[in-house]
């Protein structure tokens, strides 16, 4: 007999090497300086740390956010892009990994999406 708690066995909850962000949503605000960032990952069995960086044109940090040990493959949060001289484009990267006090940090994905500053709306 064959128990299945999954409808699609793609979903199963993954470890640490195959977890995956499937889409990495971004909607600029119209103040245009909050990027609202929607994240979508595989299913896991330990939770994953997200990194999340926007890089203007001229190769300066205009932003970050962290995540730590999320417990949601889905959910959304808000970027400040903090810039002295905005850029229209930023590159918007994200870093899945897994780190403890005890061991060094292990990157297990990258994701990396254009932010156009002058399209207010999903991108």
């Not at 195959?18 to 300086?33: I, P």
């Not at 994200?94 to 709306?121: C, Q, S, W």
């Amino acid at each position: 007999m064959e128990i299945n708690f999954f409808d699609n066995p793609a979903d199963a909850p993954k470890s640490r090497e195959d977890v995956r962000l499937r889409a990495l949503g971004l909607y600029l605000h119209e103040d245009r300086k909050r990027v609202s960032v929607g994240f979508d990952l595989t299913p896991f069995i330990e939770r994953p740390c997200i990194e999340v960086t926007a890089v203007n044109d001229r190769g300066e940090r205009a932003g970050s956010l962290h995540v730590i040990d999320t417990l949601d493959a889905n959910f959304s949060l808000v970027m400040h892009l903090r810039d002295k001289a905005p850029t229209e484009l930023y590159q918007i990267q994200a870093v899945i990994y897994y780190a403890t006090p005890e061991t060094e940090r292990m990157n297990v994905h990258t994701f990396t999406r254009t932010l156009d500053r002058t399209k207010v709306g999903e991108q």
